[in-house]
């Protein structure tokens, strides 16, 4: 039990330490990154960034990548404002459910044919982005859609102590989707289909259901992000969240999640998540540009990229030599 628990938390350990030494490196550049207005900065990541970052990370743990979160993203901001005239909820509940069945259906197709989930959702990724563009309407389809009326997102506006309404919503979801991945047979088939795809078939486990939930959720959450983002700002536009893939992948990596498959868990996309958060709050608030902000997430990316491999080949983890990640060779045929 013992050597379970410390094996547990020594995933955990890397992220962790990037996360704290990372918090008090901004904190002490930036005299103003310091108490619970920085906890409040840190913790708005997460509703866009740190729900696409889920979604992305549970189909990693299922070998798989889904490339199309940004389009789905923006996809979801417009079905909900164009919905919004029945409410705030009604409108989230649409686009997330748009988002999932898109998802579910991506999952389902990727399994039955054996298309390589990077080919696939590249495809997916402009078909649509183009869809999006033609459901906004105006001149050309890249007018944006505007709130008819602003206080559907005046909840969104409130703030609690350190936590806004979106806040605790992303917070909620990474709740509910940790236990779903920890204590359920679908969470449990994602993890095997991810670590060992042939094997898990073999053995009867349903390929299929498993890239079918996984690819659900990821769509679910980058809509949820999109919705919630949108409906805050008061209008949605199709070229939006198109770099939230590279961001949501960082987070992921940075927090342990194994391009390998197989491996992580909703913990570690906290962490990762939570470090990308301070950096970007904490240089926003010290006034850097975007292009440091991006220039210092690469850096501790491949840093921690680096840390990792240097820890698997001191503790003798195969998985770093055992050919390119999963979701980098070919699927297979079918998985039923």
């Given at each position: ?13 890397l992220p962790?330490?990037l ?11 930036t ?11 840190v913790?708005e ?8 970052a ?6 990693m ?5 889904d ?10 901001g ?12 009604p ?5 997330v459910a ?9 999952g389902?197709?990727?399994a039955?044919?054996?298309?390589n989930?990077?080919v ?5 990724l402009?078909l649509l982005r ?10 050309n389809?890249q ?6 009326d602003?206080?559907v ?18 917070l ?8 779903f991945?920890?204590f359920?047979?679908y969470?449990?088939e ?6 060992a ?9 349903r390929?299929?259901?498993?890239l079918?939930v ?11 992000a999109?919705a919630l ?16 893939l ?5 987070g ?11 491996r992580g ?12 958060s ?25 840093g ?20 390119p ?9 079918r998985?039923?």
């Amino acid at each position: 039990m013992r050597a379970v628990l410390t094996l547990r938390l020594r995933q955990y350990l890397l992220p962790g330490l990037l996360l704290a030494a990372t918090w008090i490196v901004i904190a002490a550049i930036t005299p103003d990154f310091r108490g619970e207005g920085s906890v409040y900065s840190v913790l708005e990541g997460f509703p866009l960034l740190g729900l696409v970052a889920l979604g992305v990370a549970v189909t990693m743990i299922g070998g798989e990548l889904d490339l199309s979160v940004g389009s789905m993203a923006a996809l979801a901001g417009v079905v909900a404002v164009k919905t919004s005239s029945g409410g705030l909820v009604p409108a989230v509940l649409a686009a997330v459910a748009v988002g999932a069945a898109i998802g579910a259906l991506q999952g389902g197709m990727i399994a039955r044919l054996g298309i390589n989930s990077l080919v696939f959702t590249i495809g997916t990724l402009i078909l649509l982005r183009g869809a999006t563009y033609m459901l906004s309407g105006g001149p050309n389809g890249q007018a944006p859609v505007t709130l008819g009326d602003l206080s559907v997102s005046d909840a969104l506006l409130n703030r609690y102590w350190i936590f806004s309404v979106s806040s605790l919503v992303a917070l909620g979801v990474f709740a509910v989707i940790g236990v779903f991945l920890a204590f359920t047979r679908y969470g449990r088939e994602i993890y095997a289909i991810g670590g060992a795809r042939t094997e898990a078939v073999a053995a009867g486990v349903r390929g299929m259901r498993a890239l079918t939930v996984s690819f659900a959720i990821s769509g679910g959450c980058a809509s949820l992000a999109g919705a919630l983002a949108s409906l805050r700002g008061g209008s949605a536009a199709p070229e939006n969240y198109a770099d939230v893939l590279l961001t949501g992948v960082a987070g992921a990596a940075l927090g342990g999640i194994s391009l390998y498959g197989g491996r992580g868990t909703v913990m570690n996309v906290v962490l990762g998540v939570g470090v990308l958060s301070v950096v970007t709050a904490g240089l926003a608030i010290h006034g850097a540009e975007t292009s440091m902000v991006q220039l210092v997430t690469g850096a501790l990316l491949l840093g921690s990229i680096a840390l990792e491999f240097v820890a698997s080949r001191v503790t003798g983890d195969v998985r770093t030599r055992r050919g390119p990640p999963r979701i980098l060779r070919r699927s297979p045929a079918r998985a039923t």
